[in-house]
């Protein structure tokens, strides 16, 4: 007989778990078996036991197959897709999706919400008129086989102990356990019915993971279980120290996104972690023999248009305008108030608190206070100066994008504020590492 206090009592205790037990206890949570109350107690007993790596398996296991997993079988490709542990001026996925789906695989993209100073990809493609972000599983097929690539949310068919745990979680002050994220990312990802996966793991001040070893920690259990699971999966650990993109803010990661796959501008470090992750994902999904041919064909698709194309068609295909890519610039929301922010003096920037230029966005209305706030998909802020550029007296470290005059103010201050400028010129690592299953 299967009694959920027994399972909490070993865990508890700081026994290992057999997979029947965590299969017969999400289960449960999904069926209401497992009461609200012995779920949080399951919780809070990983947080301090922890999990062991075959445990966390199973419990990723579990929570994918307790709703639908997708099966791909008709297309006559890999089917690949990236996670970011999230931070700011991230809009990687917007160009490494079509990228890929330019190269010949498949990308039915799972993506996320903003959650506290970090972007969230959804909330950049609602920035795009008509663009849907939760459509049916139909839909969602259609646009996954002629585009190559959807990116989309999470509907209740997939995971849906996912969803049950980490509200829990999230009221227990249990969220930040590597077991119960590893389960929590993996297997909304697994759901979707990957071959191949690539991880972005971020490190530093606009990041949820402040040092190297905390990152290296998660990207090594992240790749061990998904490989376990059976999709061939690395983990990048990039940094974040600053923003990635020279633009933070939903309308504005969008444009950037448009000008990077025409070729119009790229940002150097988004441009290099864009197009190792794409590297690293052609080698899983068995596009390419290794990381040196991945990079070849990413360039390429990119510097041909093939990937913009790509962009175009999920675009298109999922309500969004079908000249786009053509006239992004007309389709975006724009701000009120656009103004250049100064530093208080000159030298090179030789530092930069990224979540505060994440949470600069929040104070504007482009990031959330409360779940559930509306979003003002047009501010924000471009033209960031990165680590290292040297700022003449008079110009420039950043254009700020407001619809509120004291919002902008705040903004203005708490942009300044994450600005150090110094006498010598800095120059940051990018990459910390790759995590293989060895």
Known sequence: MFLPAEIIAKKRDGKSLKPAE??????????????????AAFVMAVYFQNMDIDERVALTLAMRDSGEVLSWDELDGPVIDKHSTGGVGDNVSLMLAPMWAACGAFV??????????????????????GYQTSVDNAHFRKVVREAGCAIVGQTNDLAPADKI???????????????????????????????????????????????????????????????GAGVNTSALITDMNQPLASTAGNALEVQNAVDFLSGRHRDPRLEQVVIELAAHGLVHGKLVKDVEEGREQARHVLDSGKAAEQFGKMITGLGGPSDFMQNCAAHLPKADIIRDVFADQAGFVTEIDAKQVGMGVVVLGGGRKAPGDMLDYAVGFDRLAPIGEKIEKGAPIARLHANDTALADEATARLKAAYTIGNAPQTPELFFGVIEQT
């Open 22 to 39: 965590i299969n017969a206890f999400v289960e449960g949570i999904v069926s209401g078996t497992v009461k609200p109350e012995q779920a």
């Open 108 to 129: 039915p993209m799972i993506s996320g919400r903003g959650l506290g100073h970090t972007g969230g990809t959804l909330d950049k493609f609602d920035a795009i008129p």
């Open 165 to 227: 745990l980490y509200a829990i979680r999230d009221v227990t002050a249990t969220v930040d356990n590597i077991s119960l994220i590893t389960g929590s990312i993996l297997s909304k990802k697994l759901a979707a019915g990957l071959d191949a996966l690539v991880l972005d793991v971020k490190v530093g001040s606009g990041a949820f993971m402040k040092s190297v070893d905390e990152a290296k920690e998660l990207a090594e259990s992240l790749v061990f279980v998904a490989n």
